[in-house]
């Protein structure tokens, strides 16, 4: 259903790690990974390069969520070109899950075994009244602890709309394929669009530093990540 080739074109039937350096194998840069997936519902690509420049290309058939997943790419520096179609006649709710999928196995995928990596991150990200706070850890282990909420009532985003409940089932599917644990909260905040947005940023930023490499090995006890 899905496909993935990392850096190095290897694949995981080939030995070490998805797509990347095994470990204690020093990762050849620019870190990077592309991904397809393919069903009923949706078809999905997407091309990350972790070591970028911020270079993004967005095409959801979701103008809001374009807006979003491009601010995840251009602040976490990323380049990042993600191209889906959905079944957005039924609703949004596809298309959002499918690419939050395919774009964290990416980023599992250009991680390979995490060599050097800074690993934590986490930031108080404003957005003019809007404050979200984020803490990722590339921990290996998806979790997600989703503190934003919306009213049900709340009016969706765009044309055509993007529920700003759909945010969280993309930070899930975010976090499962891409095996990270995200802390995500709303401090303060009124206006729907700037906590999205705020939201996005903030994991983008956090992001940027925890994929850093700034040692050797792998930072885990357990040698693995
Ligand atoms: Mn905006």
């Known amino acids: 259903m899905s496909r993935i080739a990392g850096s190095t074109g290897r694949r995981d039937d080939e030995g070490g790690s998805p797509g990347g350096?095994?470990?204690?194998?020093?990762?050849?840069l620019p870190r990077r990974a592309a991904a397809s997936r393919s069903t009923k519902e949706t078809a999905v690509d997407v091309e990350l390069v972790l070591d970028g420049g911020g270079n993004v290309e967005v095409a959801t058939g979701l103008p809001f969520f374009d807006h979003m997943v491009s601010q995840l790419g251009r602040h976490a520096g990323f380049d990042l070109r993600v191209a889906a179609r959905g079944?957005?006649?039924v609703d949004?709710?596809?298309?959002v899950e499918d690419v939050g999928l395919v774009l964290g196995e990416?980023?599992?995928?250009a991680l390979g075994?995490?060599?050097?990596?800074?690993?934590?991150?986490?930031?108080?990200?404003?957005?003019?009244e809007a404050l979200v706070s984020v803490a990722l850890d590339l921990s290996g282990r998806?979790?997600?602890?989703?503190?934003?909420?919306?009213?049900?009532?709340?009016?969706?985003?765009?044309s055509p709309a993007f529920d700003p409940q759909l945010a969280e089932e993309f930070w899930r599917a975010f976090t499962t394929t891409g095996a990270?644990?995200?802390h995500l909260r709303c401090i303060s905040g009124k206006n729907t669009h700037h906590v999205l947005e705020a939201s996005f940023k903030a994991v983008a930023r956090a992001l940027?530093?925890?994929?850093?490499?700034?040692?050797a090995g792998v930072p885990s006890t357990k040698g693995v990540l």
Not at 92 to 95: G, I, L, P, S
């Open 21 to 28: 350096a095994s470990v204690g194998e020093v990762p050849s």
């Open 87 to 89: 079944d957005l006649e």
């Open 92 to 95: 949004a709710h596809h298309t």
């Open 106 to 109: 990416c980023l599992s995928g």
């Open 113 to 128: 075994a995490k060599t050097g990596v800074r690993r934590f991150a986490s930031i108080d990200l404003p957005l003019d």
């Open 142 to 158: 998806p979790y997600l602890a989703y503190g934003v909420d919306f009213a049900p009532d709340t009016p969706g985003l765009g």
């Open 180 to 182: 990270l644990t995200l």
């Open 208 to 215: 940027h530093e925890a994929v850093r490499i700034e040692g």
